[in-house]
């Protein structure tokens, strides 16, 4: 059974950092990917790793979010850094035989979500 376990989301101030982990298990994915979703808005691709390290970012956390895993422990890792409240979303993992992968239809595999909460 395939499963993917986010956590570290939690509440922080504006300028405040946090960091997510996602554990994968019951197979291995060549992308890993966090996407996110505020209320009321569409899903948002944040950024995406591949087994070899590449990675790939969106436009709106280039420069402040880092995307990395560690293969021997199947998990993926997002350093949020210079956070805002618009950061404030759910952020979801996903895993996908492609890379780069942007779209969340490519995603066949997804977490429960942890909450980001970024206060001004």
């Known amino acids: 059974q395939v499963q993917l376990v986010e956590s570290g989301g939690g509440l922080v101030q504006a300028g405040g950092s946090l960091r997510l982990s996602c554990a994968a298990s019951?197979?291995?994915?060549?992308?890993l990917g966090w996407f996110r979703q505020a209320p009321g808005k569409e899903r948002e691709f944040v950024a995406a790793?591949?087994?070899?390290?590449?990675?790939y970012y969106g436009a709106s956390v280039k420069g402040r979010f880092t995307i990395s895993r560690d293969n021997a422990k199947n998990t993926v890792f997002l350093q949020m850094n210079s956070l805002q409240p618009e950061d404030t979303a759910v952020y979801y993992c996903?895993?996908?035989?492609?890379?780069?992968?942007?779209?969340?239809?490519?995603?066949?595999?997804w977490g429960q979500g942890t909450q980001v909460t970024v206060s001004s």
């Open positions: 019951g197979r291995t994915f060549n992308a």
């Open positions: 790793i591949n087994w070899s390290g590449s990675t």
């Open positions: 996903a895993g996908s035989p492609v890379f780069p992968q942007t779209h969340q239809t490519g995603y066949g595999a």
